[in-house]
């Protein structure tokens, strides 16, 4: 997918205007978080399955090389096949390869983020084959030739209303309000019609089980069984991170999901394929094909951001963002939005298009604490500012003026008296024009002085405190 990851400004200025999907984003939030605080809040112990699911990340990620040879041999002594990517562009080429000797001319596509990561849509279509999403949302913004703006609602910033109006040009229905069990029928009756017809079916893998070959699949529609069942070849597209070691590890990180995206306790679907169709079984593809894709995350490993591999791709980072649910997902300009989205997305389209997004952050810390894998976004997202600073990507006034704060904060009793200065003098105004690096405060606030600094009046209320007021 072409990034506008270095148009974020102008795109966040765009959604902020965009009053149907100030609309769409504020009914999905409080869904989302809803549902999630309840099915945690029945669960005993949720911090301590995070804990668990914490472990088991870290564990695979530091015998990953292991962990993925053992997956590939068992991968293949179930009659399946193993490609390695190492970027976007073999992955590409290994789906394309293998819908080419299949003779493929039509594919039905389940949800996959790493799908969207490589392009495969595009490079399919530019191939000749006739492509079609099946997950109900992805279908909906394949319709509007959009790209994903959640990674698990990928339609989330669509109102019923649009979705009426695109369903009316594409399948020549009434384009009047209708609810939405009836879109759902039409859109599932023309989706029959493709599964049964489609010669290749890719689906992506949340978990890949090391010590059976399995790869794990989590839907609530049921589409992804049908694209991994009904065509003769099912090719399945994950990202190295994704190992798990064994089937419990999976039974864990599957309960973490489940809770942390849609607030189940699971999911509706919850498929566990290994290999292709045996010569006793009624149904399943003649072909298996595992696409595995590494696209820097080999290099992660190696680096201080390691810990974002632990993502298992709940969204859960991204309903309870402030800054997303003012803008949506598409501002953010790549495949991944949100929190997760702006700590990957520089490791994979590098920093310097990637400027603003490290930035988009209140470092409030509530991404960090629903995390169900405890990664330390804010931590991270603070370094990826810190290493802009240092590779100079950070110019002109605003580097001046931390250049500046940087060694102001260094010396705390000069730091402490120029605070308490500017608290007492500073005219009405004033944080709003600063003089190095005023874009700053133009589309945000700057809280005006109260007259005296926190730490001053923390210490009068120690001293009332102690008697000696
Ligand atoms: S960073 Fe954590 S909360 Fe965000 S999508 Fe990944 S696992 Fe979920």
Redesign the pocket.
């Known amino acids: 997918m072409k990034s506008t990851a270095h148009l974020f400004t102008e795109q966040a200025r765009a959604a902020l205007a965009d009053d149907s999907l100030q609309a769409a984003l504020r009914r999905a939030k409080s869904g989302f978080i809803d549902k999630r605080a309840a099915a945690i809040a029945a669960f005993p112990d949720f911090d301590g399955l995070r804990e668990r699911g914490r472990r088991i990340k870290d564990h695979t990620l530091a015998h990953l090389d292991h962990y993925l040879e053992r997956f590939a041999d068992a991968v293949e002594a179930c009659g399946g096949h193993v490609h390695w990517a190492r970027d976007a562009d073999e992955a590409r080429r290994a789906v394309l390869d293998i819908c080419q000797r299949a003779q493929a001319r039509s594919v039905i596509k389940g949800k996959t983020m790493v799908g969207e990561e490589i392009g495969i849509n595009g490079a399919l279509e530019q191939a000749g084959l006739e492509v079609v999403e099946t997950d109900l949302g992805e279908y909906i913004i394949q319709l509007a030739k959009e790209p994903p703006s959640h ?1 698990i609602a990928p339609a989330v910033h669509k109102t019923r209303a649009q979705i009426c109006q695109l369903f009316a040009e594409h399948h020549g229905s009434t384009a009047a309000l209708r609810e939405a069990p009836e879109l759902v029928a039409e859109a599932r009756a023309i989706l029959r019609e493709k599964f049964l017809a489609a010669d290749v079916g890719i689906t992506g893998g949340n978990f890949l089980v090391a010590e059976t070959g399995t790869v794990v699949l989590v839907t609530n529609e049921g589409n992804g069984d049908l694209s991994l069942t009904l065509p003769r070849v099912h090719i399945v597209l994950a990202g190295i991170e994704k190992l798990v070691p064994t089937l419990d590890d999976a039974a864990t990180m599957v309960r973490l999901l489940a809770r ?1 995206a849609t607030g189940q306790e699971i999911s509706t679907y919850t498929t566990f394929v290994t290999g292709p169709r045996r010569a006793n079984e009624p149904e399943g593809p003649d072909e298996y094909h595992v696409v595995l894709l590494d696209n820097g995350r080999a290099r992660m490993l190696a680096d201080e951001f390691r810990e974002m591999l632990r ?7 991204l309903n309870h963002c402030p800054v997303y649910s003012a803008i949506g997902g598409h501002a953010y300009g790549w495949v991944y939005p949100g ?2 989205g702006s700590v990957l997305t520089p490791q994979f389209i590098g920093l310097d298009g990637t400027k603003d997004l490290p930035n988009a952050c209140t470092l409030n810390g509530r ?1 960090q604490d ?4 405890k ?1 330390p ?1 804010p931590g991270l997202l603070r370094r990826l500012r810190d290493l802009q600073f240092e590779r100079r990507i950070i110019r002109g006034p605003q580097r001046w003026a931390l250049r500046l704060w940087g060694w102001v904060a260094r010396r705390p009793r000069l730091y402490h008296r120029l605070t308490a200065l500017a608290a007492r003098f500073a005219p009405r105004g004033a944080a709003r024009r600063l003089p190095l690096d005023p874009g700053w405060t133009r589309s945000r606030d700057f809280p005006l002085p109260k007259g005296r600094t926190f730490k001053s009046a923390w210490q009068e209320r120690q001293r009332q405190e102690n008697g000696h007021g």
């Open positions: 990674i942390s993502c298992i791709r709940c969204g859960a980072c929190p997760m991404c629903v995390c169900p894998v990664i976004l």
